[in-house]
């Protein structure tokens, strides 16, 4: 089943849309649900156009197209266990949210907290994420545990605050003190990025761009190599954080920080 | 006629031991106060009555054409905010939620552009504080860091640190160290007996450093950290952990500067170590009067101590999302109460350009720069001066303020109650 | 010449807190400390207009000199002047970079604004009283 | 004059000697009558279980620890959400609820008086403040004593006088109803980071052992003729081997009241550890509870812990203090100005953990080998030992062996060596539920008189209706329908008036606040007194004439005045 909800024009196009209802799983049972637009609640074909396609018997097979001015929607794909969604432009806050499986694809930028204490599944997103992506809630002392989480884009701050388990993957730099109070998983960081880590008391952060104002409490260890798209890469390894009886592994790639 | 054991309602020092003369519905002289007491006490330049705009002009409007036009806007709106509440009483911060609650509003205070960042570190590894009086009973190590408290809590040293003598320090400037952290050289700064200048937006490092000597793990360190001197962080761990008692003190240097709440985190996780050796506390340094008592009222009510979404009926909280600045920047609102603060002047350009868009309310005594934006506005009674009602120091001590002189004006909570019975009414 | 512009509480700033229309308001608020050597560089008078110029637009404000500020930064009180070139970018914390905003000084011969003319200028409307 | 007639309820009544009998219950204008009029509105209990409305005698939910657990917590506030519903407003939060979410739900389950656990007197407007958005309970609170300087210091004098003056001046500035001593004389060590670690410890500085102040504090109570004994939360809480401590403790009391005890110790749980370290640790209930069984001069609450997360606060900072080093998560600390202190941190009780395993069936043991329900009530120091929504599963454990084999079936088998919970058979019946968690209540804080705790003409018309049919069910093998019967009251009637119905509440609440004002002679009453006076100026922080809590936040205040022997 393919389920496609382009945008309407709407009055206040700046009012937030909380669309938590957005998850492969729920379009078995039709198109009749509601969203929040502000402080109004409103049905799904008052915000859509709503087509559907094709059958489905389990959300697996259950796959949603959003289309058109999507940069405001928020919550999209929050607790999905199963199916594919696509956005096909920007995407707002929080998609992704708890997603245990399944997959996301959002092909214009993300906004703030992409994947927020995701369990599972995969997320793609082409062009940039926003701040905390991969990121835990206030409060809770664990972040994303499980899944993948890639940018082809840049990243904004506090990248995968309180990681716990699973992949992210930037392609490309990202903001401000990138994994930190990373407690496990993995962080992979192909441009660059400031203030790595702080904090961190486990998991590994790799940086294959330039690092700037590197947090004087890690601990430099041997050289390693990794394998990088295939090349052998000198990296150099730092054990932290000090600060806080941390055991994380933070890599990064030789000669190119000060 | 004098009047004894007046509270000020300007800072969050809420000094309780003004002498206010009054004559008449004037206040006429004010002893005890500092500068701030005396200009805000002896201020007269109120607005006098409700007024409301009319395309490009101003005009005087009735009260209750006031009430009903506020009610109105904000009944209309489907994404109001009502932003404010550190310059009033709790009795009507209450009424702001539970209006809030029933408008699907967010509700958000002025700690959003001052200590909200603290409260986010809190969150993250909580808070280990105490009353300002064990700071002036106990305390031999004062630390300020990222605060000016000479400019911006002119009471704060002679009442509860620096020059405050208290039960276990008979001579207290004799007996106490101060250490300020600064990236510039302060009035406070000069008073200190360790200045440490940090580099601008290099706390984090700096505090990281520090809880690394705590720690016993200084060796790791570099010879200077954020332009300063191992050896000066060295020094100043060492005299932190042989204190019998330190209390930090930390202002806006810290939470509005690179890293925000992540700064707080890490100083109020040094202040843990510490006390793994000594007795040690921290402290924001609260800026309103009453913005500590917005935190506790809105977090009694709701759960959470600003930056409250009740869009869809529960309460939601997420700085970033649900605060004051991103929602302006974001411009999503479409209408907005002001009680008490003045976005006007204290929000980035960007957002005051969406306040003057869109239907703004003011509920504020006088004349700011938030008027310039508003649709309305309604003039109140000073809470402290001729209304009274709770306040919230700002090391969690509540404080009733005193009415020293009547006037005609109506208090917030009022004027809030009276919008609120109609929206009641209408939902 | 690049300055990192920092923002706080002054104390002739607070007194003055509810007299945003004052003269005395509009010209604490709108004065910028610098370190005087960078003054000397500038060639700025004490008390002459400057522009501080920052990606998020420009402000006349005027200049003293401050031997406590680094060289590189400048202070100004906060409120309208300095929040007016302030970007409301917020990292998502809700709290904006008040205490590092890159700016562009340099002198200019135009007038510092009163508070409601700032205010006019994003929209609003003047009220005198 | 509004009327009420409960017809055909179940009524258990301990204080009043009712048990299980099918009756009618009449309330006029908020109080129980012999009987109503005809055009009295009529509820139909048919034949359900029908008690007091139920009190909690230690949790904790107003003030200054309490909202600074919500204010710390955003991820304990959205485990429990609800929006505004009618008369209902929003509710956030699981262990430590916002103000009407602990009133809505301690509603539901039939409970119309609590008290708070601890107030410092400096914060008492606080409490006070959230009482009055608490409103379907009436509310009291416990006044902390326990590192007061001035109490300390007349200790030091051995002055009981003097100690009680302190007392009266206040107890009637907070508005408070009763003395709590926490960790007495820790709190005050805590203030240079210290802790004292038995009852003949001496405090830094004031040179007064916690034996001395609990004791001077004791007789200070019955000097003052309060209605409550001191409430006493022991030095060492938590601390493997504490309960040589307790008993230590319980040796001191003496008997000086012939209506109620002459001390009442909290959350006995967290009082009754051997062992050295967490490692050897095991229940000393046994050894405990033989001491309360002959002491009918003490009163102890059981302070269950049950599994799952919950947040823990307590006037004992040191305590806390010590938790914090063990889980490593949050810490918040708030020590107050010549007077107490207080920690919070969240925690997460694991049946995986032997050491949580041994408390769990600690408090039961405490209740189980109680000979007399009405020196044991139930309580899990909310939220401490669990949220007091918890409180319907603790019921069905102490009426059911067989729930509880079931329970410690999923326990850490190394529990079982070190307990004695399961070679006991005993199970509760309705009537020693109903003791524990009203009558038994009313008695031990002294608010019988005040129409508290039964239903006899002239009481307080606050009635619980539990969906429960007690001679249709079996406790021990029908436990889960105890449980949720205990959950969801069908009517709570809070001063003659239905305020929840079927687990929802549906009328905005009007509660009292009953605080205490002991009347003592002009020599003895320190707002006379120059040299308090001179003190007080000098070393707190707030002036003298702000401290007393107004009258304004006590809206529907009812104020116990006693007549001192000062």
């Known amino acids: 089943m393919r389920v496609t909800l382009e945008t309407k024009p709407r009055k206040k196009p700046n009012i937030p849309i909380e669309a938590e209802s957005i998850i492969p799983h729920n379009f078995l049972r039709g198109t009749d649900l509601s969203v929040y637009e502000g402080n109004k609640q409103r049905s799904l074909d008052e915000i859509f156009f709503i087509t559907v396609e094709g059958p489905a018997v389990s959300p697996d097979q259950v796959e949603v197209i959003l289309k058109g001015d999507t940069g405001r929607i928020k919550r999209v794909g929050e607790y999905m266990n199963a199916g594919k969604i696509v956005v096909e432009g920007d995407i707002g806050m929080h998609c992704g949210n708890f997603m245990s499986a399944g997959q996301i694809t959002v092909r214009g930028n993300a906004d703030a907290w992409l994947g927020r204490e995701m369990r599972g599944g995969e997320i793609v997103c082409h062009g940039n994420a926003g701040h905390y992506c991969g990121a835990g809630y206030r409060g809770e002392k664990r972040g994303m545990r499980g899944g993948r989480l890639e940018v082809l884009g840049n990243a904004g701050d506090f990248l995968a605050e309180y990681l716990c388990g699973g992949e992210v993957i930037i392609h490309g730099d990202t903001g401000d003190l990138p994994g930190v109070e990373m407690r496990g998983g993995k962080l992979v960081i192909e441009g660059s990025c400031t203030r790595p880590c702080g904090n961190m008391s486990g998991g590994t952060c790799l940086v294959f761009g330039q690092v700037h104002d590197l947090l004087p409490t890690f601990e430099k260890r041997e050289r390693t190599q990794v394998d990088f798209r295939g090349m052998n890469v000198t990296m150099d390894t730092y054990h932290g954080d000090v600060a806080n009886r941390g055991k994380g592994s933070l890599l990064v790639r030789s000669g190119d920080h000060a | 006629m004098k009047i004894e054991d007046v509270v000020c309602t300007f800072c969050g020092c809420l000094c309780d031991d003004l002498v206010v003369e009054v004559e008449g519905d004037m206040v006429v002289n004010v002893e005890n106060g ?13 607005l006098k009555t409700p007024i409301k705009r009319d395309g490009g002009n101003w005009k005087k409007v009735g009260l209750d054409e006031a009430i009903q036009t506020a009610a109105g806007i904000l009944l209309d709106a489907d994404r109001p905010l009502l932003y404010g ?45 105490c009353t300002l009086g064990q700071v002036k009973n106990r305390a031999d190590v004062i630390v300020y860091w990222g605060a000016n408290p000479i400019e911006a809590h002119p009471r704060h040293m002679s009442r509860y640190t620096t ?33 440490i200048m940090v580099e601008p937006g290099a706390d984090y490092a700096l505090l990281s450093a520090l809880r690394a000597i705590v720690r016993g793990k200084g060796d790791v360190l570099p010879r200077t950290v954020a332009g300063v001197e191992k050896e000066q962080l060295i020094r100043v761990a060492d005299i932190c952990m042989s204190a ?95 009680v008490g603060s003045d976005p006007g002047a204290h929000f980035p350009g960007d957002c005051c350009r969406h306040l003057a868009d869109i239907p703004t309310i003011q509920i504020d005594p006088h004349v700011n720069a938030t008027t310039h934006l508003s649709r309305l506005q309604i003039p109140v009674a000073v809470t402290g001066i001729d209304a009274e009602g709770t306040a919230y120091r700002m090391d969690g001590v509540p404080i009733r303020t005193r009415k020293v002189i009547d006037t005609t004006y109506p208090s917030d909570s009022e004027v809030l109650d009276k919008i609120y019975q109609i929206i009641r009414k209408e939902t | 010449m690049r300055f990192l512009l920092n923002t706080g509480r002054t104390i002739t700033q607070g007194s003055n807190v509810e007299h945003k229309n004052s003269e005395a308001y509009r010209e604490e608020a709108s004065t910028c400390r610098m370190n005087p050597v960078d003054m000397m560089e500038l060639d700025i008078e004490e008390r002459a207009p400057i522009v501080v110029r920052s990606a998020h637009g420009e402000i006349v404000m005027q200049a003293i000199p401050d031997a406590g500020q680094a060289r590189g930064e400048v202070f100004v009180c906060l409120g309208p002047y300095a929040n007016h070139i302030v970007s409301p970018e917020t990292h998502c914390t809700g709290m904006p970079d008040f205490k590092a905003t890159v700016v562009d000084i340099e002198p200019t011969t135009e007038g510092v604004w009163p508070v409601w003319k700032l205010m006019e200028s994003v929209g609003g409307c003047r009220y005198e009283d | 004059m509004s009327e009420l007639l409960i017809k055909n309820a179940c009524v258990i009544d301990p204080l009043n000697g009712i048990n299980g009998d099918v009756m ?69 939060g699981y262990s430590v609820p916002t103000t009407f979410g602990n009133s809505y739900r301690y509603s539901t389950m039939g409970y119309t008086t609590l008290l708070e656990g601890a107030m410092a007197p400096l914060e008492a407007r606080h409490t006070h403040e959230e009482f009055t958005a608490t409103p379907h309970q009436d509310m009291m609170a416990n006044t902390l004593f326990d590192g007061n300087w001035s109490v300390m210091e007349a200790v030091r004098e051995k002055d009981v006088k003097r100690a009680a003056a302190v007392v009266a001046w206040i107890l009637s500035a907070a508005k408070g109803f009763a003395i709590k001593l926490t960790n007495p004389g820790g709190t005050e060590a805590w203030g240079w980071g210290e802790d004292v670690s038995s009852i003949h410890d001496t405090v830094p500085y004031f040179e007064v052992t916690p034996a001395e102040i609990i004791e001077t504090m004791i007789r200070a109570n ?75 001069h003490i009163v102890i609450d059981m302070g269950q812990i049950m599994f799952g997360r919950t947040t823990t606060m307590t006037a004992d900072g040191p305590m806390e203090f010590k938790l914090y080093m063990l889980h490593h998560n949050k810490w918040s600390n708030h020590d107050v100005e010549l007077e107490t202190g207080s920690g919070i941190i969240p925690v997460y009780y694991s049946k995986k953990s032997v050491v949580n395993c041994v408390m769990w069936a600690i408090g039961l043991e405490l209740a189980l080998q109680a000979k007399n329900p009405w020196q044991c009530l139930l309580t899990t120091d909310n939220p401490n030992g669990a949220p007091f929504v918890k409180y319907p599963e603790i019921i069905a454990l102490l009426m059911s062996k067989r729930y509880r084999d079931q329970e410690c079936a999923l326990l850490d088998p190394r529990t079982e060596k070190r307990v004695p919970l399961m070679a006991i058979d005993r199970e509760l019946d309705w009537n020693e539920i109903a003791i524990m968690t009203r009558a038994g209540q009313s008695r031990a804080l002294g608010i019988e008189s005040l129409g508290k705790g039964h239903l006899a003409p002239g009481a307080e ?3 619980a209706i539990y969906p429960i049919r007690t001679t249709e069910i079996d406790p021990s093998a029908q436990f889960q329908q105890v449980m949720a019967g205990f959950s969801r009251t069908m009517y709570t009637i809070k001063r003659g008036r239905v305020v929840a119905r079927n687990g929802e509440v549906i009328v905005e609440g009007a509660n009292s606040t009953i605080w205490v004002k002991p009347r003592v002679s002009h020599e003895y009453d320190l707002g006379n007194d120059p040299e308090f006076a001179k003190k007080f100026q000098q070393y707190y922080t707030v002036r003298m004439r702000n401290y007393p809590v107004q009258e304004t936040y006590l809206p529907r205040g009812v104020c116990i005045e006693t007549e001192a022997d000062l």
């Not at chain 2, 500092?34 to 109120?46: I, S, W, Y």
């Not at chain 4, 022991?234 to 307790?246: D, I, W």
């Open chain 2, 34 to 46: 500092c500068t701030l007491a005396n200009k805000k006490f002896m201020g007269n330049n109120r």
């Open chain 2, 85 to 129: 509440w550190s310059g009033t009483h709790g009795e009507a911060q209450t009424i702001g939620v539970h209006m809030a609650e029933l408008l699907g509003a967010v509700i958000d205070n002025t700690s959003t552009v001052c200590h909200g960042p603290s409260i986010m570190a809190i969150q993250e590894v909580g808070h280990p504080g």
């Open chain 2, 163 to 195: 020059y405050a003598d208290g039960f276990f320090l008979k001579e207290a400037f004799r007996e106490r160290k101060v250490i300020v952290v600064d990236i510039r050289k302060t009035e406070t700064a000069n008073i200190a007996d360790e200045f």
């Open chain 2, 244 to 338: 019998k008692f330190g209390a930090m003190f930390f202002g806006l240097g810290l939470t509005m500067s690179r890293g925000k709440y992540k700064n707080i985190r890490n100083a109020i996780e040094l202040t843990e170590e510490l006390n793994r050796h000594t007795k040690f506390t921290i402290s924001p340094m609260r800026g309103h009067w009453n913005v500590y008592g917005s935190n506790e009222v809105f977090t009694w009510i709701t759960g959470y101590p600003f930056a409250v979404d009740f869009a869809r009926g529960i309460a939601f909280y997420n700085p970033g999302e649900t605060t004051s600045v991103d929602i302006l920047k974001r411009g999503e609102c479409d209408a907005c109460l002001v």
């Open chain 4, 24 to 92: 009618d219950i009449a309330i006029r204008d908020g109080r129980i009558v012999e009987d109503v009029g005809s055009s009295a509105e009529v509820i139909d209990a048919d034949r359900c279980l029908t008690l007091p409305g139920g009190i909690d005698s230690h949790t904790h939910v107003c003030g200054t620890k309490v909202n600074f657990g919500r204010y710390m917590s955003p991820e304990d506030m959205r485990a429990g959400r609800t929006s505004r519903n009618g008369s209902m407003h929003v509710t956030s």
């Open chain 4, 222 to 296: 019955e000097l003052l003729r309060l209605p409550h004994s001191v409430h006493l939360h022991c030095n060492n809480l938590g601390v493997p081997g504490n309960y040589r401590t307790t008993l230590d403790t319980m040796n001191l009391v003496p008997d000086l009241n012939s209506r109620r005890q002459s001390l009442y110790l909290t959350h006995l749980q967290f009082h009754s550890y051997g062992g050295t370290t967490w490692r050897d640790i095991d229940s000393r209930s046994e050894e405990i509870i033989r001491v309360v069984n002959a002491s009918p």
């Open chain 4, 461 to 463: 018309a606050d009635v």
